[in-house]
């Protein structure tokens, strides 16, 4: 599931840096609300701690439905296995999907439907409870 409907604008926004001038307060606080909950989760997990989202796609049907309750915890890259599903990012995006390999201290990350999102080493969390109702 692709998190981060926004998030090319987020990324812009923080590659405007000290200048905001290039866009408006609105999208801006616009922007940071959108993103607000995968900082939260990705927060969370670096310190230690599960964390629970509901991710909005249908990329991970049938093993995470749109709005399922997810619970996270932080998992080492030495530990993942292929078949986890994860919270990533990957190119500046972040995901719930599926690793689909693994080499060395990096994961490749793909969808329930055959795709990929490409190779990361910036993994979060693992989810050790799907709950679809």
Same mark, same amino acid.
Request: glycine letters at 10%; hydrophobic letters at 35%; a positive charge.
């Given at each position: 599931?692709?998190?981060?409907?926004?998030?090319?604008?987020? $990324?812009?926004?923080?590659?405007?840096?000290?200048?905001?001038?290039?866009?408006?307060?609105?999208?801006?606080?616009?922007?940071?609300?959108?993103?607000?909950?995968?900082?939260?989760?990705?927060?969370?997990?670096?310190?230690?701690?599960?964390?629970?989202?509901?991710?909005?796609?249908?990329?991970?049907?049938?093993? $995470?439905?749109?709005?399922?309750?997810?619970?996270?915890?932080?998992?080492?890259?030495?530990?993942?296995?292929?078949?986890?599903?994860?919270?990533?990012?990957?190119?500046?995006? $972040?995901?719930?999907?599926?690793?689909?390999?693994?080499?060395?201290?990096?994961?490749?990350?793909?969808?329930?439907?055959?795709?990929?999102?490409?190779?990361?080493?910036? $993994?979060?969390?693992?989810?050790?409870?799907?709950?679809?109702?």
């Amino acid at each position: 599931m692709d998190l981060c409907n926004g998030l090319r604008s987020r $990324v812009f926004l923080d590659d405007v840096g000290s200048n905001p001038s290039r866009c408006s307060y609105g999208q801006q606080r616009m922007e940071e609300k959108k993103m607000s909950w995968a900082d939260r989760a990705i927060k969370l997990l670096q310190e230690g701690k599960e964390a629970t989202i509901k991710p909005h796609g249908n990329s991970m049907k049938p093993k $995470v439905k749109s709005g399922a309750t997810v619970i996270l915890e932080p998992i080492d890259i030495e530990d993942i296995e292929v078949g986890d599903i994860v919270l990533c990012r990957v190119s500046g995006r $972040v995901y719930l999907h599926l690793v689909k390999a693994k080499q060395g201290n990096r994961v490749l990350i793909g969808n329930n439907r055959g795709g990929t999102n490409g190779w990361t080493k910036a $993994v979060y969390g693992v989810a050790i409870d799907i709950n679809n109702e």
